[in-house]
């Protein structure tokens, strides 16, 4: 859904809902560069917070429903999350609701089935629930519960799945706290009022954005005319010959520019190791020995990754496979070489890598995204007789 769709969309919706007496409401529209992937929009009172929040992000349009009782000392006493269909009907499998009644020293956490209900105890002192992602305003709670205890960074929570583990937001400096032991590590701003006004994921893996606007969203009208996105990030495998057996493959997820800056921006920061694609970690796999400058690559299965500085952009070859793309350990790198960044012919939307052949048996991994490429020369070994 592009923004333009959403802002008419709240404009009308906006005009036609009054905002109730003595209470907050308000809303998030969580932004990947131009394009929507969820919205959410809450009312707050002394003593209850309730909201709802559609995505799109994924295989289907989901929705979902929170209500949270706030007790006297400005803590959660009880929360219930519905999980709905983009038609607002009840999800037909899985579990459609979860109830949590929470103490000083324990939370009750009830799972409703179409056909039962699980109860299940958690000995956990003044806990707190673990929300889905794009459900933030519950952060105002731990921002209030931060204030009154010692600007405490951590507290017991409890997920929707009965994971035990903790939650809180910790300082980074002016309004800035960043989210702890959610789903993500989203960097959250507060007002003075220990209001929310912002979200930002430009440091995780998450890259949605919002900023607090005004409530009164028809969030059922909007999630009707939803589409999922699907894959946000498709796979692919780059693929260079080099005489008979001779193979270098590269396997990569593909993120979009969504029209946000690139390099030593929004998406491959500066001084950071960048996954070089999405989701997994990428893979470089050789049937032949490569050779880039002083680097040399055996035959085998490699993880590649990049770090982009303002003196330029080296490429780390990492014996470790397998992983998610985030999980790098340094101490695995087989070594690092420097690439040449260059102009791109034309922007490059999403992201693309290619093992070029230059004949005989040198070649190249180009990476292009955004305004640039990326690129780095090799030799192949040649194969034996």
Not at 78 to 98: F, H, I, K, N
Request: some cysteine; proline content about 4%.
């Amino acid at each position: 859904m592009r923004t333009s769709t959403v802002v008419a969309l709240v404009g009308v919706s906006c005009a036609a809902v009054a905002r109730p007496v003595h209470a907050q409401t308000a809303s998030f529209v969580y932004r990947l560069g131009k394009d929507t992937v969820a919205i959410e929009q809450f009312t707050r009172t002394p003593t209850r917070l309730n909201g709802e929040m559609v995505q799109r992000s994924g295989a289907a349009v989901v929705r979902f429903h929170y209500d949270v009782t706030i007790g006297t000392t400005g803590r959660a006493t009880s929360a219930t999350v519905r999980r709905l269909q983009a038609d607002g009907s009840v999800v037909p499998t899985g579990a459609s609701e979860y109830r949590f009644r929470i103490t000083a020293d324990s939370v009750v956490r009830e799972t409703v089935f179409a056909d039962s209900v699980q109860r299940r105890a958690f000995a956990v002192s003044n806990a707190f629930v673990n929300f889905p992602v794009f459900v933030y305003a519950p952060t105002e709670l731990l921002a209030g519960v931060r204030r009154a205890n010692g600007n405490a960074d951590s507290i017991p929570a409890v997920g929707l799945g009965g994971n035990v583990g903790y939650t809180g937001i910790t300082a980074l400096g002016g309004d800035s706290t960043r989210l702890r032991g959610g789903g993500y590590a989203m960097v959250l701003r507060f007002d003075a009022n220990a209001r929310l006004t912002s979200v930002d994921g430009s440091g995780t893996t998450n890259k949605a954005m919002a900023t607090r606007g005004a409530g009164g969203i028809d969030i059922a009208a909007i999630a009707r005319t939803m589409k999922p996105t699907g894959v946000l990030s498709l796979r692919e495998v780059a693929r260079g010959a080099f005489g008979a057996g001779g193979m270098v493959l590269v396997d990569y997820g593909r993120p979009l520019v969504r029209e946000r800056s690139v390099w030593g921006g929004t998406l491959v920061p500066y001084d950071s190791v960048w996954r070089t694609g999405a989701n997994d970690a990428t893979h470089l796999f050789t049937t032949r020995t490569l050779t880039f400058g002083a680097l040399t690559v055996p035959p085998g299965m490699y993880s590649l990754w990049i770090v982009h500085a303002r003196s330029g952009t080296t490429l780390i070859v990492n014996k470790q496979t397998g992983q998610w793309g985030t999980m790098y350990d340094s101490a695995q790198d087989l070594g690092r070489v420097p690439m040449q960044l260059t102009a791109a012919p034309n922007h490059v939307e999403e992201f693309t890598i290619a093992v070029r052949a230059l004949g005989g048996n040198r070649g190249a991994i180009e990476l292009s995204w955004g305004p640039s490429m990326a690129s780095v020369p090799f030799t192949a070994s040649v194969a034996r007789p």
